[in-house]
C-alpha cells in the first residue's frame, strides 16, 4: 500500500513513469510517420524510371509506326495502341449493357431476399484471378472458334468488367431519393419509363464514373490476353484475328533480349500508365463535379 | 383469343423487367459456367490423379506426370510473406491518415499514393520489377555471397507487397475513422496518451474490419499473376531458399498454357486454375462477410 502510494506521487502509474509512456507515444508517432512515408518510395521510384525511360523512346515516330525487326533502330506501337482501343470498345460494348441491367436490377430488388445472393454473386465473379478469367475465354471462345482472336480477348475483359460497371450503377442508384421516383409514378409515368428517364438519368454521373473506372481496371489487364488476344506483330483491325495491345506488348517484348524492343516496352509502359492515370483523375473529376446532389 | 392477349398484357414494363431481370441469368449462367467448365476441362487429370495432383512433387510434361505441390507451395509463400511485409506497413498508413494527419498536403499525398498504387497496372509492376529492381536484388546477394539470380521467391514476395498495400490500408482506414469519438475521448480523459488510445482502444474496436481488408488482399495476392510471373523465375523445382527461383500458380499458367500441347498437359493448368479459383473465392467471401458484419454493427 505505501509503495503504490509512493509510485503515484512520484508520477509511477501502474505500468511504467509517465515520462515512459509520453516516450513511448513520441516514439510511435515518429515510427507511423517514417513508413508511412518509406511505402510512398516504391511508387515514386515506379514512376521515376517509368517516366525516364520511356520519353527518352517516345517521339511522333513512335505513334504511328509499327514494331520493326530486332536490330533495325527506331519502330513504334500503333498496333498496340490500336489493338487496346478496339479491345476496350468491344469490350465495353459486350460488358456494359447487362451490367447497367444488373446494376438496375439490383437496386430496385434491393429489400428482396435473394438480392443478397446476386450481390455475393457479383463478388465472387469479381474475387475471380483474372488468369483464370483468360482460361475461360480460352475454353468457351478461342476452342471453338479455331484459333486466338481479339473477340476471345474482349470477352474476357468483358467479364472483368461486368461487377465493377454493376456495382458502381448499384450504389449509384440506391442513392436516388425514392419521392423521385414516386412523384414520376404518381403522375402516370410507367414504371420502366420512370427508371429510364427519370431514376437511370439522375444517376448519370455515377454509371459513367463506373464504366471508366472499370474502363481503366481492364486496359492494363495482360494475364487474360495471353491466351485469348495473344499478340500480334503486325496491324490487325479485324476482331476474329490475333491483336496487339499495349500490357502484351510489354510483356513480349520485356522477356525478348534486344536492347531496341526493350525501349519500345519502356515507351509503351509510359503509354499505358499515362493512359491508366488519366482515366483515374477523369472519374474523379467527374464524380466530384457531376455529383448526385438532393 | 381476345381473353388471352389480355392475360399474357405484353406492354413496356413487362419488357423492361423481363430484360433487367435476364441480365441477373446471364450473371448465374456466367459463374456456374465458370465453375463447370474448369471442372469438365480439368477432369482428365482429376480423373487420372486424384488428390495426387496436390501433393505431386513432379511436374514433367513430357512423361505427363503432373504434380501442383511447387506450385501450391509458391503461392502460399509469396502470398504469406507478402502479407507479412506489407500488412504492417499499411496499419500505419491507416493510422496516419485517420489519427496523425486528418486532412493537409501529406495527408492527401499518402493517400493519393496508395491510390495510385492500385491503379497501376500489374505489369508495369513486373516490367519495373525485372528492370530495375532485379539487378538491385542481385547486387546485394553478391554482396552476401549468395547465388545471384535476382529474380527469385522473395523477389517477386517483396513486389507482391507493395501491390497489395492499398487493398488492406483503404480498408483499415475507413474502419479506424468509423470508431466512436465518445470511446476515444473517454480514454483520453482517463489519461492515455494517443498511442495507448490508438493501441489499447482504437485498434481492438476495428480489428476484425482489419482482419478482413487483410483476407482481401491475400485473396489479391494469390490470384496476381503478371507481376509475379515476371520475376519469379519460372522453376518446377520445389524452392529449397527464399532466393531460389520456383513458380506459383498463377504463373505457371500464364508461362505454359500456350506451350500445352496434349489434352492432359492442358487440363493439367485449368486444373491449377480451378484450385486457385476455388481458394481465392473463399478467401473473399469470407473477407467480404466480414465487412458486412462490421458495418452493419457499426450503424
Known amino acids: 500500500m505505501a509503495d503504490k502510494l509512493e509510485n503515484i506521487k512520484s508520477g509511477n502509474m501502474g505500468r511504467g513513469n509517465l515520462s515512459f509512456r509520453i516516450f513511448k507515444d513520441r516514439l510511435f508517432k515518429i515510427f507511423v510517420f517514417v513508413i508511412s512515408g518509406l511505402a510512398t518510395i516504391p511508387l515514386l521510384l515506379i514512376l521515376f524510371y517509368i517516366a525516364k525511360m520511356g520519353i527518352a523512346s517516345i517521339n511522333w515516330e513512335f505513334f504511328i509506326n509499327l514494331p520493326r525487326p530486332p536490330g533495325e533502330v527506331g519502330g513504334g506501337i500503333a498496333n498496340a495502341l490500336v489493338g487496346t482501343l478496339i479491345l476496350i470498345l468491344t469490350s465495353s460494348l459486350i460488358a456494359i449493357p447487362p451490367a447497367i441491367a444488373l446494376g438496375v436490377f439490383m437496386s430496385e430488388n434491393k429489400t428482396k431476399s435473394f438480392s443478397k445472393w446476386i450481390g455475393s454473386g457479383v463478388e465472387i465473379l469479381q474475387g475471380i484471378p483474372s488468369i483464370v478469367i483468360g482460361i475461360i475465354a480460352y475454353v468457351w471462345v478461342v476452342r471453338p472458334m479455331g484459333g486466338f482472336s481479339a473477340l476471345s480477348g474482349s470477352v474476357a475483359l468483358a467479364i472483368m468488367m461486368i461487377p465493377f460497371i454493376a456495382k458502381s450503377t448499384e450504389e449509384t442508384l440506391k442513392m436516388i431519393p425514392l419521392h423521385l421516383k414516386e412523384a414520376s409514378m404518381a403522375l402516370g409515368v410507367p414504371y420502366y419509363k420512370t427508371i429510364l428517364k427519370v431514376v437511370m438519368p439522375a444517376g448519370l454521373s455515377g454509371i459513367v464514373t463506373g464504366v471508366i473506372i472499370a474502363i481503366a481496371r481492364v486496359a492494363g489487364e495482360t494475364a487474360p490476353l495471353l491466351f485469348t488476344a495473344f499478340g500480334n506483330h503486325f496491324m490487325s483491325y479485324s476482331i476474329f484475328k490475333p491483336m496487339n495491345s499495349l500490357p502484351l506488348l510489354i510483356f513480349n517484348y520485356a522477356g525478348s533480349p534486344y536492347d531496341e524492343w526493350h525501349s519500345l516496352a519502356w515507351g509503351a509502359s509510359f503509354v499505358l500508365v499515362v493512359m491508366v492515370l488519366l482515366l483515374n483523375i477523369i472519374s474523379k473529376i467527374l464524380s466530384k463535379r457531376w455529383k448526385v446532389k438532393f | ?299
Request: aromatic share 12%.
Open chain 2, 1 to 299: 383469343m381476345m381473353l388471352k392477349k389480355k392475360n399474357i398484357k405484353i406492354n413496356g414494363d413487362t419488357i423492361f423487367k423481363y430484360a433487367i431481370g435476364s441480365s441477373v441469368v446471364v450473371l448465374i449462367m456466367l459463374i456456374v459456367g465458370i465453375f463447370v467448365s474448369l471442372i469438365v476441362y480439368s477432369y482428365p487429370t482429376i480423373a487420372k490423379f486424384g488428390f495426387g495432383f496436390i501433393s505431386g512433387h513432379t511436374w514433367d510434361p513430357v512423361t505427363e506426370e503432373f504434380g501442383a505441390y511447387p506450385f501450391l507451395i509458391g503461392t502460399l509463400i509469396t502470398s504469406f510473406i507478402a502479407l507479412i511485409l506489407s500488412f504492417p506497413v499499411s496499419i500505419m498508413i491507416s493510422i496516419l491518415l485517420s489519427e496523425y494527419l486528418k486532412s493537409g498536403v501529406i495527408h492527401n499525398y499518402v493517400k493519393s499514393s496508395v491510390e495510385l498504387l492500385a491503379g497501376i497496372p500489374s505489369i508495369i509492376y513486373g516490367f519495373w520489377g525485372l528492370f530495375i529492381f532485379v539487378p538491385v536484388v542481385r547486387e546485394v546477394q553478391m554482396y552476401f555471397g549468395i547465388t545471384p539470380y535476382g529474380i527469385g521467391i522473395l523477389t517477386a514476395s517483396l513486389i507482391l507487397s507493395v501491390m497489395i498495400i492499398p487493398y488492406s490500408a483503404t480498408i483499415a482506414y475507413e474502419v479506424i475513422s468509423l470508431t466512436p469519438s465518445e470511446i476515444k475521448e473517454a480514454a483520453y480523459s482517463l489519461g492515455a496518451t494517443h498511442f495507448e488510445v490508438i493501441r489499447k482502444v482504437i485498434l481492438p474496436y476495428s480489428s476484425s474490419g482489419i482482419v478482413a481488408g487483410v483476407l482481401l488482399s491475400l485473396g489479391r495476392a494469390l490470384g496476381e499473376t503478371m507481376a509475379v510471373t515476371m520475376v519469379i523465375g519460372n522453376s518446377h523445382i520445389l524452392p529449397d531458399t527464399l532466393f531460389a527461383p520456383g513458380n506459383t500458380m498463377a504463373s505457371v499458367i500464364a508461362n505454359e498454357f500456350t506451350e500445352a500441347t496434349s489434352d492432359v498437359y492442358l487440363s493439367a493448368l485449368i486444373e491449377i486454375g480451378l484450385l486457385l479459383m476455388i481458394v481465392t473465392a473463399f478467401i473473399n467471401v469470407v473477407g467480404k462477410m466480414i465487412i458486412k458484419k462490421f458495418s452493419v454493427g457499426m450503424s
